[in-house]
């Protein structure tokens, strides 16, 4: 089972399936996590993020010339006195940016070589995120997917709604290993990706901050433009999941391998690393000029170190 000790947000996760707990704890971490809006957001409802757009909020923006149809009230009559001139104070409303985690939980997830599976660490990411969305008091929902299913969690502001969408993420990193433990056929994970993201669309509103916890695996034609789509009129930050053994191959022998089902020997050798590593490498650079140009935030995790204050610097721009 996963673990993440209370408070203790600088070990690695553990485990090659999530424990429900575990994910509750991470309430811990995302207490003290911090992130920065990229860009302008535009929901419709009142909320506590600081936005563009001028009204009567609670935030004071700046003063300037009284205009026809300005209200008298808000007259600053110092500055008036001043300047021998009429001038008003603006102030900049508040507006609510919804958070939706879009968890990624197909058998393509369902691996690891280190100290956990892909799967188990794209769920306490996504609870960490989940419940940092809370704490700074947005509405928090979302979309969980696998190969062939997926369960939308409409974004609520409220404990239920972190737990539910917590709940659903360890229902389906169950299946997940049930599924391969049986092992079950598996589905054409690129057209299950862009069928996620399709999903993600629909119940995507504008001005809500996106977050896609992914190894990525499919992003192909179909799933890029969906995702591009999405990134339009929301803010998305990519967080990929990655584990060491995806980049390189270990060193020259005869390895048993197996998908769960089948089993056979791989030879590795030089040359074989060598030519592994550059599609890897060729495969990283194209996910992230896709992400660049639709200007979406990328963060990259790995299986065998912390994820906490990876996942802040790149929150935070840095």
């Not at 509750?24 to 563009?52: E, M, N, Y």
């Not at 001028?54 to 026809?68: D, I, N, P, S, T």
């Not at 947005?138 to 696998?146: A, C, E, K, P, S």
């Not at 999941?241 to 020259?252: K, R, V």
Request: glycine letters at 6%; proline letters at 4%; hydrophobic letters at 35%.
């Amino acid at each position: 089972m996963s673990s993440l000790p209370r408070g203790n947000f600088s070990a690695p996760v553990q485990g090659a399936i999530v424990d429900q707990q575990a994910l509750i704890h991470t309430r811990f971490a995302g207490a003290q996590l911090r992130a920065t809006p990229k860009r302008r957001h535009f929901a419709k409802q009142s909320g506590s993020h600081a936005s563009p757009v001028k009204g009567r909020g609670l935030a004071f923006h700046h003063v300037r010339e009284y205009q026809g149809g300005d209200e008298i009230r808000h007259i600053d009559w110092r500055v008036t006195a001043r300047t021998a001139k009429a001038h008003t104070k603006i102030f900049e409303e508040e507006k609510e940016r919804p958070v939706v985690l879009c968890l990624d939980q197909r058998n393509s997830m369902f691996f690891g070589s280190r100290h956990c599976f892909k799967s188990v660490l794209a769920c306490h990411v996504a609870a960490t995120l989940a419940w940092a969305g809370l704490d700074n008091n947005d509405r928090v929902g979302g979309l969980v997917f696998t190969d062939n299913q997926h369960r939308e969690v409409r974004p609520r502001r409220s404990h239920r709604a972190v737990l539910n969408f917590i709940h659903t993420a360890a229902s389906y990193n169950q299946q997940l290993a049930d599924t391969s433990a049986s092992g079950d056929e598996l589905i054409d994970a690129p057209q299950s990706l862009a069928k996620a993201f399709e999903e993600l669309r629909r119940i995507t509103r504008p001005g809500s901050t996106v977050y896609v916890v992914s190894d990525f695996n499919g992003f192909e034609q179909d799933a890029e433009r969906q995702l591009h789509l999405i990134a339009r009129h929301n803010d998305v930050i990519a967080i990929a999941i990655q584990d060491p053994l995806e980049d390189n191959l270990p060193s020259a022998g005869m390895y048993s391998v197996s998908n769960g089902r089948e089993r056979l020997q791989l030879m590795v050798n030089p040359a074989l690393r060598q030519q592994f590593h550059e599609r890897r490498e060729q495969s990283q650079l194209r996910l992230k000029a896709s992400l660049r140009r639709a200007g979406i935030h990328h963060i990259s995790l790995a299986t065998d170190a912390p994820f906490f204050d990876t996942l802040q610097r790149g929150m935070m721009g840095k």
